[in-house]
């Protein structure tokens, strides 16, 4: 449902919901404000995830008028007590939260002004696996409904359907695009949240800022310049879970909020990314086992409840959206999904040598604290998952490398979590040591980002033998070379917006318009001009097929003259009567 009217009634709706979120009394304790802000904007995500969920099986349309209902409904919850009561819930700021603020927006806003050019929020990502999630998010603001794993989905959708009134349709894609950036930058904002708790002095602040940027800039960023927009979500969601689960095990908020909550983020994990869920699971349940058995009512009707509360819906739904529309309609097995290869970025170990023996001394103090912290069970269990993975990989191939190293996204997460604890606890004298050990590692990315080492290579090769920084700081140069690649051609831009704006918008035709391009190019057209051309896609079946389509249902059709549909029939395509044309290729009437 796109209006205006409907755009304000969400904002407004958000704003009270978040509000009443932010403001309630949760604790007579004061809570750190930037992980509770970080906090209220993912379980607000996750809250609609579930709403939509519900409504969709019962056929409600899901749209920002459904949602700006429930979000005014949950308000009261929040907002009744403080009217009541007179109460509301003190937090703590400082000055390195503003600090950290202002860096991390400056960083995302330097990145999607060198990557999408600026307020352009043009299409720039290095894999093809964004168009089909920018094509479902269209789906979302068409259809009013949802799908398969449709966290991304109901996220991105929304985004576009808030904005929608404010751009024409087949410019939306710059909304999908605005959505990536706002999740990379919750990304470092709930990695910061996470580790806020222990930053106490000056030397702790500046670790704490650096370690969130370091994450950020890290593989969050890897996964936005690659388009894997779910994988960066999936990221953030854990994080926040970390949050949640030992604000659980500390008992700092009600029962049966807390439960709520976690069944909330358990829930989104399935809808998010399904590969990681079952270690998240273990981990959760592992929570809710540790803390009945320390109460000594392990074997209890409490627990047999919490975990019902907690798991009961999120699987349901899993299985049913999930399991039902990805393995059973589109009949794919989990052996062959997860032995499927695809582009990712590959570097077996040498990004977390910098952090590991930090990790590795947070993680045993935590352990020695015997605190109850989700990340120093979660740790080991995706340790073990990600082993498991690779002995797959490399036996029998059953599992592909492009899943195992979706793994390292996720283990990102956790080194550089137990990197700062690792910090956190150590003495004074080890801290200054630390610093300079770290400080070696930056120097080193300096010295070839700063371009000074190129220049010392260029004036005389024989000060070293080959160009050293990218070896000791792979990822961050990864991403810094890749930041300025190219966007999505801009002639390609020109046909979509010619064929949305003159025919499909003006009516000239009622009747698709398809496109002779590669399979990598489809979906993207697909989402731009917003048709669904499954019946054109000619490598899945054949040219014959494809043209006898073509001829008997569309007036008009676009070709790309580096396709290899019209390097093969050349003759055909350029028989036809040209409407529009320019370097790349062409529109033309169909015969």
């Known amino acids: 449902m796109v209006s205006l009217a409907a755009s304000i009634f969400f904002a407004v709706s958000y704003l009270i919901l978040a509000g009443g979120f932010y403001f309630q009394k949760k604790s007579d304790e004061k809570f750190y404000g930037m992980t509770w802000l970080a906090l209220i904007f993912v379980m607000i995500q996750c809250y609609h995830v579930f709403i939509a969920a519900v409504i969709n099986v019962i056929h409600i349309p899901v749209n920002l008028v459904t949602f700006g209902i429930f979000d005014l409904v949950a308000a009261v919850y929040f907002w009744l007590p403080v009217y009541k009561k007179k109460e509301t819930q003190k937090y703590i700021y400082g000055i390195v939260d503003v600090i950290f603020l202002i860096l991390v927006v400056v960083a995302v806003v330097w990145f999607a002004r060198n990557r ?3 307020f352009h929020l043009s299409i720039n990502y290095k894999t093809v696996d964004p168009a089909p999630r920018f094509r479902e998010a269209m789906d ?3 259809d009013q409904s949802i799908s398969r794993m449709f966290y991304a989905q109901v996220v991105n959708g929304t985004m576009i359907e808030l904005l929608a009134p404010f751009e024409r349709v087949d410019y939306y894609y710059r909304f999908y695009v605005l959505s990536d950036v706002v999740q990379l930058l919750m ?21 704490g800022v650096i370690a969130s940027l370091i994450f950020l800039l890290g593989y969050p960023l890897n996964s936005t310049i690659y388009g894997f927009t779910y994988l960066g979500m999936s990221l953030t969601l854990v994080a926040m879970l970390f949050v949640v689960t030992d604000l659980f095990m500390e008992e700092r908020l009600t029962k049966w909020f807390h439960i709520f909550l976690l069944m909330l983020g358990c829930h989104a994990m399935f809808q998010c990314y399904a590969l990681f869920m079952p270690v998240t699971y273990l981990a959760i349940i592992f929570a809710i086992f540790l803390k009945q058995y320390r109460k000594k009512i392990l074997i209890s009707k409490d627990t047999v409840v919490t975990c019902l509360a907690v798991f009961l819906f999120p699987c349901i739904s899993g ?14 097995s989990v052996g062959s999904a ?56 490399y036996h029998n191939r059953s599992v592909s490398t492009y899943y195992l190293y979706k793994d390292y996204y996720m283990l990102w997460l956790i080194v550089c979590a137990l990197a700062f604890y690792g910090v956190y606890r150590m003495t004074k004298e080890a801290r200054v040591v630390t610093a300079c050990y770290i400080g070696t590692w ?6 070839y980002v700063s371009g000074l080492e190129n220049r010392i290579y260029n004036n005389n090769n024989l000060f070293m033998d080959s160009i050293k920084g990218p070896q000791y700081n792979d990822l961050v140069c990864f991403n810094l070379n890749t930041m300025k690649e190219p966007p999505y051609a801009e002639p390609r831009m020109a046909m979509a917006h010619y064929i949305y704006e003159e025919l499909l918008e003006t009516g000239k035709t009622d009747k698709p318009v398809p496109c002779a391009y590669n399979d990598d190019q489809f979906y993207w057209y697909e989402g731009v001009t917003n048709q669904r051309l499954s019946d054109y896609m000619y490598w899945k079946s054949d040219y014959d097929t494809f043209k ?3 001829e008997e249902n569309c007036d008009y059709v676009s070709v790309m003259i580096d396709s290899r549909i019209y390097v093969d029939n050349q003759e055909y ?17 169909v015969k």
């Open 116 to 118: 999408y050019y600026g």
């Open 140 to 142: 979302f603001v068409n």
């Open 187 to 207: 990304s470092g904002v709930m990695f910061f949240g996470v580790i806020r708790k222990y930053i106490k002095g000056k030397f702790l602040a500046a670790a």
């Open 319 to 332: 299985l049913w959206y999930t399991y039902m529309d990805v393995f059973v309609k589109d009949d794919v």
């Open 338 to 393: 997860i032995s499927a290869e695809g582009a990712i970025y590959r570097d077996l170990y040498s990004n977390f040598l910098p952090f590991l023996p930090l990790a590795i001394y947070g993680f045993v103090k935590l352990i020695q604290s015997r605190k109850n912290k989700m990340i120093s069970w979660f740790a080991p269990f995706f340790a073990a998952f990600t082993l498991g993975m690779f002995g797959l990989a």
């Open 442 to 447: 930056a120097f080193v990315l300096l010295f």
């Open 548 to 550: 006898e389509n073509l």
């Open 573 to 589: 395509f350029d028989s036809m009567e040209k409407v529009f044309e320019n370097e790349i290729g062409f529109v033309a009437k």
